[in-house]
């Protein structure tokens, strides 16, 4: 009965905006306003056609994608865009299709065949493996969890691996995950560093030592750019900062034709775009070197994805020069940047939604 209303309650809706829309449609705008149909309407793809078209067409196009995405969770079940809108949050759910693990696998292994030092591997969940107990089962027929138990299954015996799963899951309750995107907070990563820096042979520093900034509580992740749904409250992004630990001498980036550029652990400036979470290490290159006052003469080589970038900052009380490579922001191989051989360990630092044989094509070594 609920549903019945659901699917009447938004066609009323919708009609309702075909002709008062009309009044907003762009002049001269020779596009065509999506075929409205019954079967259309209540099957849900009306919802997301006509979100496309205002987006393109009207007048102030963010309020009508706002209220299309509104019509479309009414219809098809609290699904916009392939995302689950849930009570709390944005969840992403179009997660069924995944490369298999073997591919991805197989150039790690090749990697820690061929390199000096120790390696080290994380796959990180995104909040669709943490919070996914909510989404309609239908929609992952292999599950985060199921992902990163047989990938590590399929990594070599010399490779340490990290469960991250369970330990974010543990932690669910907590602001690990930013509402409106996928990605993890900053205290999430700090969670992780805790475990992640044992392993890596030294103690973490306590979360007491750290001085918390609250630089925005304005962020409107990547969950919420693709359903532009208003009721759920923007996200807030953190700083963390270590006055009485170790400093950084020198940050620089490295772009694909090779040229450095002085960049920072925090970009404050990225507050002001459309990708506030460049806030964590600045705009991306294929690779940023990080020099500390740590006399320890310890190198880290982090391979990582976008998760990666807020954790950097925790790894720089423990190491005199951190190696940060992001694989699918390269365009030629990690030997044509650095020689990896002379980092001792290795770490990876990976999003499962973001492991793929493709990317990671650009750690093998010859």
């Known amino acids: 009965m609920n549903n019945i209303t659901s699917k009447l309650t938004a066609l009323a809706v919708s009609v309702f905006i075909i002709f008062f829309g009309a009044a907003s449609f762009a002049p001269n705008d020779k596009a065509v306003i999506p075929e409205f149909t019954w079967d259309n309407t209540t099957g849900g793809s009306w919802g997301r056609e006509f979100s496309t078209f205002a987006a393109q067409h009207f007048a102030f196009s963010d309020t009508w994608r706002s209220v299309g995405s509104r019509i479309d969770s009414k219809i098809s ?26 591919d991805s696998s197989a150039v790690i292994n090749s990697f820690a065949e061929s ?67 996928s990605k993890w907070t900053m205290y999430g990563a700090y969670c992780l560093y805790r475990t992640v820096v044992q392993k890596l042979g030294s103690q973490p520093v306590s979360y007491d030592k750290y001085t918390i900034r609250h630089v925005t509580d304005e962020y409107c992740g990547d969950l919420y750019r693709r359903t532009l749904y208003m009721k759920n409250e923007p996200d807030m992004l953190d700083i963390y900062e270590y006055a009485d630990g170790a400093q950084v001498t020198e940050c620089v980036s490295i772009g694909n034709d090779g040229s450095e550029h002085e960049c920072s652990l925090y970009d404050v400036s990225a507050l002001g775009s459309d990708d506030m979470y460049r806030l964590y290490l600045g705009e991306r290159e294929p690779l940023v070197r990080v020099h500390t006052d740590v006399n320890n003469q310890r190198r880290l ?31 030629r191989p990690l030997e044509e940047f650095t020689d990896p051989n002379e980092c001792e360990q290795t770490l990876f630092l990976l999003g499962i939604d973001s492991i793929n044989s493709e990317k990671l094509s650009m750690i093998e070594m010859r």
Do not use: W
């Open 115 to 181: 390199y000096d030092g120790t390696v080290y591997f994380v796959a990180v969940p995104t909040s669709a493996g943490v919070y996914g107990d909510v989404l309609p089962a239908h929609l992952s027929r292999v599950t985060e969890k199921q992902k990163t138990e047989h990938l590590y299954e399929q990594l070599s015996s010399d490779i340490r691996r990290v469960d991250a799963y369970n330990l974010m899951k543990m932690l669910s309750d907590d602001r690990i995950y930013l509402r409106s995107d």
């Open 301 to 331: 080589l982090l391979i990582g994805s976008e998760c990666a970038a807020c954790f950097v900052p925790f790894l720089t009380q423990h190491y005199s020069e951190i190696t940060v490579f992001f694989p699918e922001y390269a365009d």
């Open 77 to 102: 079940g609290d699904i916009v865009n392939g995302v689950y809108i849930a009570d709390d949050r944005l969840i992403a759910a179009d997660i069924s299709e995944r490369e298999d693990a073997e």
